[in-house]
């Protein structure tokens, strides 16, 4: 009985200290960097880009790093997938090269995802790139040195469900049968002493969990790997699938106190603006895990019409590429990256480091962003009119304030001001492709 008394009176202590363990000033300073960075990379890459859609000579339906579930393929015969992973063309400074062009400030890869194999050394277990693969080279080691020497944040992704640790079978995905799962064991022996060695060795900014659908984890499972992670390292930023709170592919918590720092959109951005931070990740084809067969690419504009709209609602972008098995990045990806980081070249400013806007839009074309000191808004116009005669109306705009098109200089460049209304007749000679922004200054 005092056992009881002992155990309820620390979850509520719990409780109530998970919400006021940090003060809002606090927290806006741990997540500054994050929300002022605004695009990143994620990068999902392992075992599966070597089956890369295929088994046994038939094109297998759904992501790329399901193969293993979704062509029920046994561990042991995926753990031949695993001994053929050998990417000799891996570069890390080329990829960190990629993805500073692309305007990327952080990147978040896979450390382990679903198939539980890690890319990393890890002593905790033997199924990882150094020990299991022929590859033999540390590539989160790799990587984390090769983007720290670019500026780039280096982040984690870490799938909590694993189909691989015999412990963690999921009673939701019983193909892989072992005789005694032992959830806890694995939680505490495995799950955690892995995350120790990814935080103690490499220091990611970030930790990305996912996976945490499954029954065997909860939302008390999930703060108490939260406290665990944070203190480790304080200034960690963690996403809201460490616990049970997102509302599925919409991302964002279904409850109040849910454990994590931001929501998670996948595939998809959210409606509008969100009092609680988020981060809409997204594939560029159709599957995260390379396929040989996926073809079905976003073009530029889209991508950067969606990095554009998610910034005006005030949300991270976080754009997904599945490099190949030989360790090279399919041709389409690269090109689709160089042309973000083109448009980010001239219209960089009103992306990284502003705040999105309730009013986030103005017509089907225009996107707002301000900048933190709230004096200057950003009209990002997506589409001109056939007449190129832009009408912005929900801007504040007095004869002192200050208007220019970024990227561009020289004339004709007209701007009226009618009744607080700016008319704009945008130039013959557009800077660059895709979307235009119109920078006003108060
Ligand atoms: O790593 C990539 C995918 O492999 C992984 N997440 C991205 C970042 C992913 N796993 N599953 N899915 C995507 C789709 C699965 C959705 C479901 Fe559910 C899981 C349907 C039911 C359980 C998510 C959780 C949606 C509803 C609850």
Request: contains cysteine; neutral net charge; charged residues 25%.
């Amino acid at each position: 009985m005092r056992k009881i008394i002992i155990l309820l009176f620390a979850l509520t202590m719990f409780n109530t200290t998970w919400s006021q363990s940090e003060s809002k000033a606090d927290r806006d300073k741990r997540m500054e960097w994050w929300r002022d960075a605004a695009f990143g990379m994620f990068i999902h890459w392992g075992v599966y880009s070597v089956p890369a859609g295929q088994y046994k000579g038939q094109e297998v339906k759904g992501l790329g790093e399901w193969i293993m579930e979704d062509a029920k393929i046994p561990i042991s015969e995926y753990e031949q997938f695993a001994k053929q992973f050998n990417p000799q063309k891996f570069d890390a400074k080329e990829w960190a090269r990629i993805a500073k062009d692309a305007g990327v400030k952080y990147i978040v890869i896979t450390s382990k995802h679903h198939d539980g194999f890690a890319m990393w050394d890890s002593k905790v277990s033997d199924y990882d790139i150094v020990d299991f693969s022929p590859f033999k080279r540390d590539i989160l080691k790799e990587l984390t040195t090769a983007c720290k020497a670019a500026g780039i944040k280096m982040c984690f992704y870490h799938s909590i469900m694993d189909w691989h640790q015999p412990d963690a079978k999921a009673a939701k995905y019983p193909h892989q049968s072992t005789e005694n799962p032992d959830w806890e064991n694995y939680r505490e022996n495995y799950l955690k002493p892995q995350l120790k060695e990814l935080i103690t060795n490499y220091d990611p900014e970030v930790l990305w969990f996912d996976g945490e659908w499954i029954d065997e984890w909860t939302e008390p499972q999930g703060k108490d790997l939260y406290a665990y992670l944070k203190s480790l390292k304080p200034s960690l930023i963690i996403n809201n699938r460490i616990g049970k709170g997102r509302k599925g592919m919409n991302g964002m918590n279904a409850y109040e106190d849910a454990a994590g720092d931001f929501g998670t959109p996948e595939q998809e951005i959210l409606e509008g603006t969100s009092d609680f931070d988020w981060e809409s990740c997204m594939t560029m084809n159709d599957t995260w895990g390379f396929k040989t067969n996926d073809h079905n690419w976003k073009s530029s504009e889209k991508l950067i019409h969606n990095l554009i709209d998610v910034a005006a609602k005030g949300g991270n972008y976080l754009l997904n590429i599945g490099p190949k098995a030989d360790g090279t990045i399919p041709p389409e990806t690269v090109s689709r990256l160089a042309d973000m980081g083109k448009w980010l070249k001239v219209n960089g400013e009103a992306i990284y480091g502003t705040n999105g806007r309730k009013d986030y839009k103005e017509g089907d074309n225009i996107r707002f962003t301000v900048s933190k000191d709230g004096k200057t808004t950003y009209a990002m116009i997506t589409k001109l009119p056939a007449d190129r005669k832009v009408i912005i109306s929900s801007v504040l705009v007095s004869a002192s304030s200050k208007i220019s098109l970024l990227g561009y200089s020289n004339g004709p460049w007209k701007v009226d001001r009618q009744n607080g209304k700016l008319v704009i007749d945008m130039p013959e000679k557009l800077p660059g492709e895709h979307a235009w922004v119109v920078k006003i200054v108060n």
